[in-house]
Structure formats: structure tokens, C-alpha cells
């Protein structure tokens, strides 16, 4: 049966890794094509501050996965996949290991087909590492806790390898992901509760526990050093930590929102993100957080020792690890975080799980012609508890228009158009340009040279030097100003989804107006062709001669960038609106095309939005740095254009 369960929890998270999730986030694309990657230009660290901060071993990982697959579905995700089915194998063992093997089938089963379980396993991003190495600390303090009642046949240094290695699980496991920092919290829960509960158990294991936080704390301290030396990065975890921030300023409003956010997300409302979920959709059906409320309740009690004597240490573990584990929901943002709670996936499980084998056992006892009843009011919780979740991850959650814009699914789309189009060698894509991810996700899903190039079609239009297509996406629209010199020079070819693709010619564009008199060549081979006025806006027209000379190297940067990380682009058009004094009155500088992807012969257009009327008055234009605010030199040595605006 585990056999069966396990390749079930490979098949569905391992098939369609192309295709769900419907394209690539950011986060995805940050996590591997440049932490990953510093791995493999052997920048090694225990904690990486891009994107406010990563711990390191599971881009260690995945650097490995991408130097033998490349970025795609098995470079950036199989990792993730791999460790879901090892989350799913490792459940079934410490449940079994806690309840018995009744136990820890049916948390398997119920974690194998769950929403929250497939989200973090078929994306590349760290989230879901912290599990299996969580599990196996389990694994082994239980195999520790269970030797030193039979130590008359277990030598004591077998025993104490035992926690010892829970030790080095929970240690390896703090560097996966931040909530992992509360793992260890759990072993310290259970030293307490047998202190007060069963001191004949805590006199048995506290050399046992000791030992095992002990290691943890020592294999703690290099990343615990790391981040000290990363003072920059407290102001990020304070905002992110506002619950808590506030709380300690006296102020419980906050927090006290975010425990009721989490702890109903079981039930009402979940993580309320797009990216990770439907928004505000439960973690559980109605009948499935019955059961876990059950059994949270049976845990408690049997804890408390006000029900019955049996498996009263594992109950409290149990309870302490799902409370723990969904304490950095309470204490972060956003609230009721299905990442943030991670820890406490597994136990959620285990808990519906210890209910209905509780139920079954006690109907079974007491009333045997009936405990078919209890037996299959659990088979139909986890049926559909399973129905549910595979058909929203697999059907519903992907075709949403929010998860496809956040996971450019359009760009995904169009990708697989131009592979199947051989005859197109060149095409303009627009895009939001916020950062370079848009291309990387679209160069990530094509399998053959294609020459893109990128432009914000809110502010600028990009015609290719050869000829080729323009691929014009419904959002970001076409400036309304740009609309009739696009309908000059294209025709429609094919609508795919997301996308409209034209034909077109290779033309500098003209609205006629106002022109410079003579093309202005600047030293890094862009041309200024002409500048056309409207009524509070500036229409400029590009062209390169040659790819842009200049720029510093093209490197992929995290977002958030590190501590002292410049983002700023290198290269932007100044448009400033003079006074009779040749002061500027409005600015409105930039380059809203990707220059990293300029080539010879293409032209583009952009629009300057002033806001005040331009008749009668001089505009000065050029090219500059924004990061060391050099201008780049016309070929006759001066910095910039004149352009004057004829009165009406």
C-alpha cells in the first residue's frame, strides 16, 4: 500500500510539470536563475540576502538540477516534486511510528492529493524543503524515544545516534526555509510536558532531547552567524514580522487578526493569495475540518489525561507541532499563509488521521454492526477532500485569469506558438518590463533561436530591423497615441491565447509634427530621428544603428535586490520642458524598451507625457545613466537636442 501511495505522489506531482502551474513567477525564476545560480559561479554561502533572504542548501540543491537539465520543468521544479513525494513517504512513517500504520496510510492518502501539498511541490521554490528533513528528525527521536524503553537490548550509544541524528535533521533543516527556525521549539515543547505530565518519560529522555537540541544549536551557528552580518536585512523581517512588531509596541490588534485568520483558514477562509490558492479558499472541505478538530480535540484530551491512557506523549506531540507549526501565520504577512505554515501541513494530516482511526476503533469496540458507518464517513472525507483539491489544482486554479497573468501563462502560450513556427526568426513582445522576467520565462519555454525584443506597449512600440511579428498582449494595451502608427505598418496573422500576433515591415515610424532637423546620432549607436509634439506630450522616434555600445554586462538581479544592490536601468531618454530661462519645468525621463535586446535596424517610438501644453516651447532631449547620471555624446560632442515646438 505505501508502494501504491508513493507513485501515486510521484505521478501527480511529477506529470504535467510543463504545463501546471501555467508558466513561470518571478519568485520561481529568482530562486533558481540567480540564487541557484550563484551555486554554480561558486559564490557558496549558508544564507543568500537576495530577495530578502534565503537559506542556502536548497539552491545548493537545485544548482544541481540545473547544471544537468538546464532552466525548464526538470531544471527549476523537480527538486521541489522529488521532496513532496519524500514529504508524503516520511508522513506515513512517523504516523505509523506515532498511531500505527492505519494512521499514517490515511495522512499519507490525504496529504498525496492535497491543494496545499501539490502547490509547494510542483514549483521551484524552497517552501516545501523543510519538510522531509522535519519528518526525518521525527523519524529519528521517536526511533530514540521508542529504544529507551527496550534499552535492556538497544546499547545506549545506539540510542543516543538516534538523537543525535534528530539533531543533525533538525540542524540541515534550518537551512531550507525561515519557518524551520521553529522546529526545534517542538522538542522543547515535549521536555516541558513530560516534565509536568510524565516525569517518569522526561527522567527517560532528557539526556536524549538535550543531545538532539544540542546539535541543532551547533550545526545552527554558521547561519546564525551569517545573517548577524546581514544588518540590512532586519528592516525587511520587521516588515514582514508586523504582527509581531506591533505586538511588542503593546499593540495585539494585528496579531490577534492574524491568529483568527489562520487558524479558520482550516475551514472558512484560506491564504487569500492567487499565486499559492484560490483566494480565501479552506485548507479543508466541511466534513475534513471536522475530523481535524476531532482529533486536535482527542490530542488535547488525551494529553491532558482526561480521556483514557493511550499514546498520551505522542498526542501532545502532535498538538505542539501543529500549533507551532502554524505560528509564523500568526506572526507574518500575509495572514493565514499556506507557505508561512508549512510546518504544519504534515500534522494536519496526522490529526484527521488519529480521528477517524479513533472512531473506527472506538466504534468497532462498542458497537460493531456500526463501525461501518465511521469507516465510511472517512473514506468519503478523504474522497472528497481529494476530488475537491485535484480539481481546483489541476482544473480550476490554473485557467484563472489572475494565475495566469501571475504566472505568465501568456507568455508560456506564445512560446509554444513560435516553436511550432519555425518561418518566425524575429519578433517584439510587450510586456510591463518590471524587471527581466517576462523574457526569461518566455526564453525558458522556447526550444529554438528566436531574436525577441521588449517594449511597454503603455509607452513605446518596437518595430524588428528584419521584419517579423509584434506580439501585443491585452494587458499592458497599446497607448491610445501609438494606435494609428501601429495600424500603419501591420496586419494581423493569429490570436493566441493572451496574445495578438501582427505581421510587419521594417519601417522608421512617423506622425509627422514637429521634427529635428537632421537624425541626431548618439556615440552608443542609437539614432534620434525625429520628436513630434502633441498637446501636453512628446512622440520620439528611434532607431539603432548597431546594438547599443556602453552598457555594463546584462545580470539577472533578485528582487528585493541584496543590500546595496543598484536596480536602476543604465540607459534612459531625459525629456525635460525648458522656460524662456532654459530651466526645466517637467521631466519625464526614461527608456521604455529593454536595450539589453536592441539589434541593428530596429526602430521604436516612445511617448513623453509632460503634462503641460508644449506650443512655443523647447524641449531638450538625450541619452544618460540614471545610475552615474553621464550623458551619452552625440557624434558632434554635445549631450543633447533642441527640439522647439512651433506655436499653433
Known amino acids: 500500500m505505501l508502494l501504491v501511495l508513493v507513485l501515486v505522489a510521484a505521478a501527480l506531482r511529477f506529470l504535467w510539470l510543463d504545463q501546471i502551474p501555467p508558466g513561470w513567477r518571478d519568485d520561481e525564476l529568482i530562486e533558481s ?5 550563484k551555486v554554480l559561479d561558486g559564490e557558496w554561502a549558508f544564507y543568500y540576502p ?17 547544471a544537468l537539465f538546464g532552466p525548464g520543468a526538470v531544471g527549476i521544479r523537480w527538486l521541489s516534486a522529488g521532496l513532496g513525494v519524500f514529504s508524503v513517504a516520511l508522513t506515513v512513517a ?46 529519528f527521536f521517536w526511533l530514540g524515544v521508542r529504544g529507551v524503553g527496550d534499552a535492556c537490548r538497544r546499547p545506549r550509544v545506539s540510542l543516543l545516534i538516534r538523537f543525535a541524528l534528530a539533531g543533525v535533521s533538525l540542524g540541515v533543516g534550518l537551512y531550507t526555509y525561515f519557518a524551520a527556525r521553529g522546529v526545534p521549539i517542538v522538542l522543547v515543547a515535549m521536555l516541558v510536558y513530560w516534565a509536568v505530565w510524565d516525569r517518569r518519560r522526561w527522567r527517560r529522555h532528557v539526556g536524549g532531547v538535550l543531545l538532539a537540541l544540542a546539535v541543532t544549536v551547533v550545526m545552527a551557528i554558521p547561519l546564525v552567524v551569517s545573517v548577524a552580518r546581514l544588518p540590512a536585512m532586519v528592516g525587511r523581517v520587521e516588515e514582514v514580522a508586523l504582527p509581531l512588531t506591533e505586538a511588542m509596541q503593546g499593540d495585539l490588534t494585528l496579531m490577534l487578526h492574524h491568529v483568527g485568520q489562520t487558524v479558520s483558514m482550516f475551514w472558512a477562509t484560506g491564504d487569500g493569495e492567487w499565486l499559492y490558492n484560490l483566494p480565501d479558499r479552506p485548507v479543508l472541505n ?26 498520551r506523549g505522542e498526542c501532545a506531540f502532535l498538538v505542539s507541532w501543529f500549533v507551532i507549526g502554524l505560528v509564523p501565520g500568526f506572526l507574518s504577512l500575509p495572514p493565514a499563509s499556506l507557505g508561512h505554515t508549512i510546518v504544519a501541513q504534515p500534522a494536519t494530516y496526522l490529526l484527521m488521521a488519529v480521528a477517524m482511526d479513533a472512531g473506527w476503533r472506538a466504534a468497532r469496540h462498542r458497537w460493531p454492526r456500526w463501525s461501518w458507518v465511521v469507516f465510511a464517513l472517512a473514506v468519503v472525507s478523504i474522497a472528497t477532500n481529494a476530488g475537491r483539491d485535484l480539481n481546483d489544482y489541476f482544473r480550476v486554479w490554473p485557467e484563472k485569469g489572475m494565475v495566469r497573468f501571475l504566472y505568465r501563462a501568456d507568455y508560456h502560450d506564445l512560446a509554444g506558438y513560435l516553436n511550432a513556427r519555425p518561418d518566425v526568426e524575429s519578433v517584439s513582445v510587450s510586456s510591463a518590463l518590471a524587471g ?31 521584419g517579423g511579428y509584434v506580439a501585443l498582449t491585452s494587458f499592458p494595451p497599446l ?29 522608421l515610424l512617423s506622425s509627422g509634427g514637429v ?8 556615440a552608443n549607436g542609437l539614432v534620434l530621428a525625429f520628436a513630434s509634439a502633441g498637446d501636453a506630450h512628446l512622440t520620439t522616434a528611434w532607431q539603432a544603428e548597431t546594438a547599443p555600445t556602453g552598457l555594463p554586462a546584462f545580470r539577472l538581479v533578485s528582487n528585493p535586490p541584496p543590500p546595496g544592490v543598484d536596480t536602476r536601468p543604465r540607459l534612459a531618454v531625459f525629456c525635460h520642458l525648458l522656460n524662456g530661462e532654459g530651466s526645466a519645468t517637467a521631466v519625464d525621463d526614461g527608456l521604455w524598451v529593454d536595450p539589453y535586446t536592441l539589434q541593428a535596424g530596429d526602430s521604436w517610438v516612445q511617448i513623453h507625457l509632460l503634462g503641460e501644453t508644449l506650443a512655443g516651447r523647447a524641449v531638450a532631449l538625450g541619452l544618460y545613466d540614471p545610475v552615474t547620471e553621464l550623458r551619452v555624446p552625440l557624434d558632434g560632442g554635445q549631450d543633447y537636442v533642441l527640439v522647439l515646438v512651433g506655436t499653433p
Not at 542556502?56 to 540543491?61: D, E, G, M, Q, R
Not at 522535519?134 to 523519524?139: E, P, S, T, V, Y
Not at 526564453?443 to 506597449?457: K, T
Not at 521634427?515 to 548618439?522: D, G, K, L, V
Open 286 to 311: 466541511p466534513i475534513g475540518a471536522a475530523w481535524l478538530f476531532a482529533g486536535l480535540a482527542l490530542c488535547v484530551a488525551r494529553a491532558l489525561k482526561l480521556r483514557g491512557e493511550r499514546d
Open 436 to 466: 527581466p522576467w517576462d523574457r526569461q520565462a518566455l526564453e525558458i519555454d522556447l526550444n529554438r533561436a528566436v531574436q525577441s525584443r521588449w517594449f511597454d506597449p503603455r509607452r513605446a512600440l518596437l518595430i524588428p530591423g528584419q
Open 479 to 507: 497607448a491610445e497615441e501609438l494606435v494609428p502608427l501601429f495600424d500603419s505598418v501591420a496586419t494581423p496573422v493569429v490570436r493566441v491565447r493572451g496574445f495578438q500576433l501582427y505581421a510587419v515591415q521594417p519601417r
Open 33 to 37: 536563475l540567480v540564487i541557484s545560480q
Open 515 to 522: 521634427s529635428a532637423a537632421t537624425p541626431a546620432r548618439f
Open 50 to 66: 537576495d530577495a530578502s533572504g534565503h537559506e542556502a542548501l536548497y539552491h545548493v540543491l537545485n544548482a544541481a538540477f540545473l
Open 94 to 139: 512517523v504516523g505509523r511510528q506515532l498511531f500505527g500504520g492505519h494512521v499514517g496510510l490515511l495522512a499519507g492518502v490525504g496529504l498525496a492529493c492535497s491543494f496545499w501539498s501539490l502547490m509547494y511541490s510542483r514549483i521551484g521554490l524552497r517552501h516545501v524543503s523543510v519538510l522531509p528533513f522535519m519528518l526525518a528528525a521525527w523519524a
